[in-house]
């Protein structure tokens, strides 16, 4: 590999998300292969992906063609031996705890109007599907919520390389890691000259 030639770890957010995958296909399948049948004439590219990440984007697009396997390397990180600055941590600890105390908050203010959902007219089903949604949103949105996304973090970091993902979290955890990262867009715009 010479010096020229740019690392890029693929998040699976790229091939799967609808708002990301438009840029290469219409299914996270078809998003897959066209991807590869870019990068398959590039001499100047290397692109990488977890093994957990790969397994989580094989669950979606069923497989990838072998004799194209090898043009998104199946790499680790290692874990053992990268560091991350105390800070980080000190600051996802803070970030949870924020997090969990909205979760409670939600938790309380849906439990109150399930008590009184007797004056509503909103249905058992309609409030549980609300207060999910909401809890979802205040508890995962914009933050680092698996080894999956660690595993991006931890290999992008390893590898200097650039990070290709949608995953607002993921964007923000490693952009404090001064980790650059492509959208989508971004990204076929870099592989398609």
């Known amino acids: 590999m010479n010096k020229q030639t740019k690392k890029i770890v693929l998040d699976t957010s790229i091939f799967v998300n609808p708002d990301s995958r438009k840029f290469f296909g219409k299914s996270p399948r078809e998003a897959l292969n066209n991807f ?11 692109c990488y992906i977890p093994p957990s990440v790969y397994q989580e984007l094989i669950n979606f697009t069923k497989e990838l063609p072998a004799d194209k396997d ?3 390397k199946k790499k680790a990180p290692a874990s053992y031996q990268d560091s991350i600055p105390a800070l980080l941590f000190y600051e996802f600890i803070d970030e949870t705890r924020t997090r969990v105390n ?3 908050r939600i938790t309380e203010k849906y439990t ?5 959902r007797e004056d509503s007219r909103e249905t058992a089903q309609e ?6 949604q ?3 949103i205040a508890l995962r949105e914009g933050i ?10 931890l290999l992008a970091k390893e590898l200097k390389a650039t990070l290709a993902t949608s995953d607002k979290g993921l964007i923000k955890w490693a952009q404090k890691l001064g980790i650059q990262c492509l959208s989508a867009q971004e990204l076929k715009s870099t592989i398609s000259t």
């Open 144 to 153: 680092l919520d698996s080894k999956e996304d660690f595993d991006l973090i």
């Open 127 to 132: 409030l549980i599907q609300s207060a999910r």
């Open 70 to 72: 090898v043009l998104i």
């Open 102 to 104: 909205k979760g409670l």
């Open 134 to 136: 909401e809890y979802r």
């Open 112 to 116: 109150r109007r399930g008590l009184k």
């Open 36 to 46: 590869v049948k870019i990068i398959e004439a590039k001499n100047d590219l290397a």
